[in-house]
C-alpha cells in the first residue's frame, strides 16, 4: 500500500484530486458557503457558525491526521485549467484486515453540475483506492431521488447491492439510501463521461 502524497495530483482530462491542505481553507470556505442552500438536502445538518476560517482551518487538519493515520483520505476537486476548488470528494472509514473497504461521499459547485466533472473525479478516486491504497471494495449510499448520483455511480461501475431504510440522518431526517459498490476484481463497464443531470452530493 503507498499513501497518497499530501501534494500529489491525481488528474483526469478535466480536473484533478489532491489531498486538502491548511492552505486551502480560504477556498473551501468560500466553496462552502457558495454552496450552502444547495448542499443542504443532501447533508447532515450543519452548525453555520463553522463556516470560518479558522474551523476550515482545522477540519482540514483533522483530514490530514487521518490520512496520516489511514482511516480517511479528504481529497478536494480541482479544475486543471485554473486550479479552482470545484468540489470534494472522501474516501470515509477505511477498514483494512479482512474487509478493504472505503466509504465514498462528495459534492459538487452548483455552477459546475451536469458538466461530467464529478463523474470524471469518481473515476480518478477508484484508480486512487484500488491502485494506490490497493483497497478491495469501495461502498456508495445514495438517496432514491438523488438520480445525478445514481447515474454518476453507475457510469463508475458501481453495482446496486441493496436497498436501506433510514440509513442516514441527512438534511435533519432518517433518510432510505440505495446502496452500491464497486470491487477492485469485478468486470467494468466502460464509463461514459457525458452529461450528468444534476452530479448530485453524497454525503
Known amino acids: ?21 491548511r492552505a486551502h481553507a480560504p477556498e473551501l470556505l468560500a466553496y462552502r458557503r457558495r454552496n450552502l442552500a444547495y448542499h443542504r438536502p443532501f447533508s447532515p445538518a450543519q452548525d453555520e457558525r ?3 476560517v479558522a474551523e476550515q482551518s482545522a477540519l482540514i487538519a483533522g483530514f490530514l491526521e487521518r490520512a496520516a493515520r489511514d482511516q480517511g483520505y479528504h481529497f478536494g476537486i480541482f479544475l486543471r485549467e485554473r486550479g479552482q476548488l470545484v468540489g ?6 477505511v477498514v ?44 456508495a449510499a445514495v ?4 438520480l445525478g448520483s445514481i447515474r454518476v455511480v453507475e457510469k463508475n461501475s458501481f453495482r446496486k ?6 440509513y442516514l440522518k441527512i438534511a435533519g431526517h432518517w433518510q432510505d439510501h440505495v446502496i452500491f459498490a ?3 476484481d469485478q468486470e467494468l463497464v466502460s ?13
Open 1 to 21: 500500500m503507498h499513501v497518497p502524497e499530501p501534494t500529489r495530483r491525481y488528474s483526469g482530462s478535466r480536473v484533478f484530486l489532491q489531498l486538502l491542505q
Open 50 to 52: 463553522e463556516l470560518q
Open 88 to 93: 470534494q470528494l472522501n474516501l470515509n472509514n
Open 96 to 139: 483494512r484486515g479482512v474487509f478493504q473497504n472505503a466509504y465514498v461521499g462528495y459534492s459538487m459547485d452548483e455552477g459546475h453540475t451536469g458538466q461530467g466533472l464529478m463523474t470524471e473525479a469518481v473515476g480518478i478516486c477508484c484508480e486512487v483506492a484500488f491502485s494506490v491504497l490497493e483497497l478491495h471494495r469501495l461502498q
Open 143 to 146: 438517496m432514491p431521488w438523488n
Open 161 to 166: 447491492e441493496g436497498y436501506a431504510p433510514g
Open 182 to 184: 464497486r470491487r477492485n
Open 191 to 203: 464509463p461514459l463521461f457525458g452529461d450528468v443531470p444534476g452530479d448530485g452530493p453524497l454525503p
